[in-house]
Nanobody
Framework: QVQLVESGGGLVQAGGSLRLSCAAS????????MAWYRQAPGKQRELVAV???????NYAYSVKGRFTVSTDNAENTVSLQMNSLKPEDTAVYYC???????????WGQGTQVTVSS
């Protein structure tokens, strides 16, 4: 059974930083594709950052240069370092795991990030 548990969300002023973490169980993050999505009120969920099993990363244009996705293989976690935060980054952030073995997609419960102006 795959479980993803996010942590690290909160309230921060514009220009500040937050680090989100996603603890995974039942799936090995280094062997699969891990991603962060976000959903703002009234908007569709959107991809923020992805890291593949080979370590390749990709980012939404709106966060490129400000956010960094990484994995900690020893801890089996995936993190999202968010710098220079803007009010438009306010959203619920979700951890996602795509299992290459069975094509399953798994989601965490989400963590709220609020950036005040």
């Amino acid at each position: 059974q795959v479980q993803l548990v996010e942590s690290g969300g909160g309230l921060v002023q514009a220009g500040g930083s937050l680090r989100l973490s996603c603890a995974a169980s039942g799936i090995i993050v280094s062997l699969n594709r891990m991603a962060w999505y976000r959903q703002a009120p009234g908007k569709q969920r959107e991809l923020v950052a992805v890291i593949t099993n080979g370590g390749s990363t990709n980012y939404a244009y709106s966060v490129k240069g400000r956010f960094t996705v990484s994995t900690d293989n020893a801890e089996n976690t995936v993190s999202l370092q968010m710098n220079s935060l803007k009010p438009e980054d306010t959203a619920v952030y979700y951890c996602n795991a795509h299992d290459y073995n069975n094509s399953g997609d798994y989601w965490g419960q989400g963590t709220q990030v609020t950036v005040s102006s």
